[in-house]
């Protein structure tokens, strides 16, 4: 089962793909997570499921949410939120796994993870074109991610073409 927090747009997205997703505020049932919301109660479930080993995709606010966990900071930036772009992805990285070097996004929430202070514990598995960080992913070693991803471009549109392969690839994981 996916434990899913947020939006009802992103959850009506999964629900068409056959995600077998319950509401609830324990991880006890859940084999994922889904977070699309950026709160202190997302953080906490997030960090919860660090210390159990249960993988994370916060997509969106739920990207703050990741970034947050792991004691980082994102901050307003110019960018055209819902706008299609390329996004160079690390292919290395299970979410991606299949999927081309460079795909297409739309562009999510017009936020950015300051990378200045990003944590040693989060790893950049996507950027645009225009250099923002699009999609971050917790290490476990130096050189070895692990399985709590956060990524900021929309997934319930058309104009994110590989959207049910990356949701398919973390349930996968």
């Not at 992103?10 to 994922?32: C, G, H, N, R, W």
């Not at 977070?35 to 906490?44: C, F, H, K, P």
Request: proline letters at 4%; charged letters at 20%.
């Amino acid at each position: 089962m996916v434990l899913y927090m947020g939006e009802r747009e992103i959850f009506d997205y999964l629900a068409a793909m056959s995600v077998p997703v319950i509401f609830s505020s324990t991880i006890s049932q859940a084999e994922k997570i889904i977070i699309t919301e950026y709160s202190d109660q997302a953080v906490r479930l997030i960090r919860e499921a660090m210390l159990i080993n249960v993988p994370v995709l916060g997509i969106l606010d739920g990207f703050r949410s990741v970034v947050s966990a792991f004691g980082g900071r994102c901050e307003d930036i110019e960018c055209a939120e819902g706008k299609q772009e390329w996004a160079v992805a690390d292919t290395s990285v299970p979410i991606y796994k299949n999927l081309e070097t460079t795909i297409r996004i739309c562009r999510g929430k017009p936020v950015g993870v300051v990378e200045t202070i990003l944590p040693k514990e989060l790893d950049c598995i996507t950027r645009s074109d225009s250099g923002d960080i699009l999609a971050v992913c917790n290490l476990i070693a130096p050189s070895k991610h692990g399985n709590i991803y956060g990524i900021n471009y929309y997934i319930a549109s058309d104009l994110t073409p590989d959207a049910e392969k990356i949701i398919n690839n973390f349930l996968n994981i």
